[in-house]
């Protein structure tokens, strides 16, 4: 099964794809994971990917390749965060020999999405999401921590990148005959829910 899941930040993509991942086995291809990883690299190229996340600015396209490239081939997989632009989705198109089952768009309104960024904390160490006032992790116990590029300043760069530069794809999928959508403006088990029902209805869940 190889599923892309599109929509703005904090839409919950990072949660339905370990939702999925863990349901079917997928691997979960996280590119911001990717990139944070990288950026924390004391090198040239770690420095430059800093550069532009923390500016809520999409990283070059030939740099996210160079990392990512290897780990498209041969898998059943979630994407989450990729493609974020058209170059990056004919891209995707090229690298796929037997091409995407199912492109999934999570909506949610700009309002919301503000809302959920400006209260969002991480666990550093299982990845949980909590959006709740909350200073350690339920599962694990350790410290939350509020994620460099969830600052109001960057939130708001990072909703008009989006709309700039990633909405577009919805047309793009849509034409390709791939594309659903899904209400985001539930909870997590729920949204997980309506997506395993839209995985049945379309005979690959
Ligand atoms: P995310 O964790 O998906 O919200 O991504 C955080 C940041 O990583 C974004 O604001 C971008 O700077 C960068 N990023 C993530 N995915 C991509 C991508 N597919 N192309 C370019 N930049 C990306």
């Known amino acids: ?17 370990e939702k999925l991942k863990k349901k079917f086995g997928l691997v979960h291809i996280a590119t911001g994971d ?7 690299e004391k ?19 030939p740099l996210l ?17 990729f493609p974020r632009n058209l170059t990056q989705a004919e891209k995707l198109d090229r690298l796929l020999e037997d091409g995407i089952d199912l492109v999934i768009n999570i909506k949610v309104d700009e309002k919301t999405v503000f809302e959920r ?8 160490i299982c990845g949980k999401i909590y959006r709740e006032k909350k200073q350690k992790c339920d599962i694990c116990g350790t410290k939350l921590f509020r ?8 939130i708001l760069k990072r909703i008009e ?16 005959g791939i594309l659903r959508h899904i209400q985001g403006n539930k909870s997590p088990e729920q949204i997980f829910q309506d997506i395993l ?6 005979g690959i869940g």
Do not use: H, W
């Open 1 to 17: 099964m190889r599923l892309v899941l599109l929509g703005p930040p904090a839409a919950g993509k990072g949660t339905q794809a």
């Open 197 to 202: 029902l839209l995985l049945k209805e379309e």
């Open 34 to 40: 990717i990139l944070r990883k990288a950026a924390e």
């Open 65 to 81: 390749f160079t990392l990512l490239e290897n780990k498209l081939r041969g898998r059943d997989f979630v994407l989450d965060g």
């Open 43 to 61: 090198n040239p190229l770690g420095e430059k990917v800093r550069n532009f996340m923390e500016k809520g600015e999409l990283v070059p396209d």
């Open 161 to 176: 990148v989006y709309k700039k530069y990633t909405y577009p794809l919805i047309s793009y999928y849509e034409k390709k």
């Open 117 to 124: 960024i400006s209260r969002r904390l991480i666990c550093p």
């Open 147 to 154: 994620r460099d590029d969830d600052n109001p300043e960057t």
